[in-house]
């Protein structure tokens, strides 16, 4: 008996002897991690995309966490140094495309305390500029750098006095055409792998080419290819260009796969004043311009009154253009809303430019996904927009347009018009007037709507 307790104590105090150990040695292991080399705690560069918009160049680091970064330039030759603290990279960086337009090659390189640098072999002198994203439903953090081409801005001078020497003859009308999303945006995405950013880019290139054939008309296509652009970007590529009517192009979707149809938007009340007040707070440093007149040397009350002129005739022309529009696309296929909607949506802000959004369709829907990647349904798409923005411009042709040069003119007869006194004011002949409108006498009534024939 004193054997078995003797022998149980020896145990016990082995096991104590054992545990010690352990927990030492779990000390020790802690201590060890904690000490551990900084590349062992880094940040992992994951990935690395490079869009190629126009006038510009963006690269996209995928990162573990978010990121500090420094940037700088060096000459002789050419280029960009990009330090990334405590990071590492997985894998290897992507070759460049020889039609990259800012860079010849990319190398990186691993400093001591456990930093990146990636450098950027140029081809040419770039303005950079970097910020950090937060994760959303289809990436991580990232770490954004943008090249834009310095010798453009330069080069957008004698445009701009181009523009003024041409000032006084007659213009196409401008259609902007902005296509939805694209590059690191790619919008809401169908059952079948389709992007939104995809299809509405095939829409809007075939509506292009319908604009270009239209006589008086000339497209600007936003987004020309697959790369990134900012809402206020949109805005003021439309802008550059002295768009007429901008039409961004997207495909809606919704949680219940069954809901379908196209849908027309314009700007709300709500989001036009939002927009109002931004403009009169920065107007002093801003440049961008309402109906052609700068707000930036006008007093408050004069700017106000401007700028809510200038809104209302944006806002009457955009739901006038979208309710043509919407009737066109009632004959393609469903509507989801038998009318004109309004919303907050940033592109269609601009206060001097008719604006409407079209959700061309729902591509959360089977059958409208299988749509809206089918080449001959895109082109019905593009034909249906194309015959509502003809009929809107048919007879709101803006002045010192070809299209509004030929349009023929129209009176409608008021309190004391006689047939004499309209020939007399439109410098034209009684015969050529009668002639016009198929009348055989002088006799006309209160309202009617006559043709004014070419002089």
Known sequence: MLFL??????????????????????????????????????????????????????????????VSHRLFSLKNPHRLVIDIDRARLEGSLPNVSRNNPMIKRIRSASRKGGDLRVVLDLKQSVKPKSFVLNPNRQYGHRLVVDLFDETKSAQRKPQKTLKAVNKGRLRDVVIAIDAGHGGEDPGARGKQGNYEK?????????????VAKEPGMKPVMIRKGDYYLGLRKRMELARQHRADLFISIHADAFRDSRVRGSSVYTISPRGASSEAARWLAERENSADLVGGVTLEDKDDMLASVLLDLSQSGTLQASHKTAEKIL???????????????????MVLKSPDIPSVLVETAFIS???????????????????????????????????GTLLADRAPRRHITRQGDTLGRIARRYQVTLASLRTANQLSGDRIRIGQVLRIPET
């Open 5 to 66: 307790i003797s022998e149980l104590l020896n145990r016990r105090q082995q096991r104590s002897v054992i545990m010690r150990k352990l927990a030492a040695l779990q000390i020790l292991l802690i201590s060890a991690l904690c000490s551990l080399p900084l590349w062992a705690q880094s940040i992992r560069i994951d990935n690395l995309r490079i869009w190629a918009p126009p006038d510009s160049v963006r690269l996209v680091f995928d990162t573990s966490e978010k």
């Open 198 to 210: 995809t299809v509405v880019l095939a829409i809007s290139r075939k509506l292009a080419d319908l």
């Open 327 to 345: 009737s066109k696309l009632k004959k393609v296929g469903k509507t989801h809303k038998s009318r004109v909607q309004q919303a907050g949506f």
């Open 365 to 399: 829907n089977p059958a409208e996904e299988r749509n809206l990647t089918n080449p001959r349904h895109q082109r019905k798409l593009a034909k249906a927009l194309m015959q509502g923005i003809r009929e809107y411009f048919k007879n709101n042709a803006p002045p």
